[in-house]
């Protein structure tokens, strides 16, 4: 079973910058995809972005592509968010996620293992 914690969330102005880590533990993540989700206020979770092997095997809502950027280092069990140009709609929890069930699947709706989550607030 792989436990996610994440880290890296904050307040900051619009047009900065923040860079979310995802911890894995309990078993290696190279062979899975893992992916970042965020949930505002009064809204249902949607995805932001997804990565398999490496960054070339990547997956970008449209609203942060160019923007974000997700990357991984296997060797730390760790996978990162890059958030650039941030907008106050960007405000939500940000949940780490992984897909242990299908090695090797980008696939959004296929992630079934989630971290605790870590609030970004962006500011006008």
């Known amino acids: 079973q792989v436990q996610l914690v994440e880290s890296g969330g904050g307040l900051v102005q619009a047009g900065g910058s923040l860079r979310l880590s995802c911890a894995a533990s309990?078993?290696?993540?190279?062979?899975?995809?893992m992916g970042w989700f965020r949930q505002a206020p009064g809204k249902e979770r949607e995805f932001v972005a997804g990565?398999?092997?490496?960054?070339?095997?990547?997956d970008y809502a449209n609203s942060v592509r160019g923007r974000f950027a997700i990357s991984r280092d296997n060797a730390k069990n760790t996978v990162y968010l890059q958030m650039m140009l941030l907008k106050p709609e960007d405000t939500a929890v940000y949940y780490c996620?992984?897909?242990?069930?299908?090695?090797?699947?980008?696939?959004?709706?296929?992630?079934?293992?989630w971290g605790q989550g870590t609030q970004v607030t962006v500011s006008s």
């Open positions: 990565i398999l092997w490496s960054d070339s095997l990547a």
């Open positions: 309990g078993r290696p993540i190279s062979s899975y995809a």
């Open positions: 996620a992984a897909n242990t069930r299908q090695p090797g699947i980008l696939r959004r709706s296929e992630y079934d293992a």
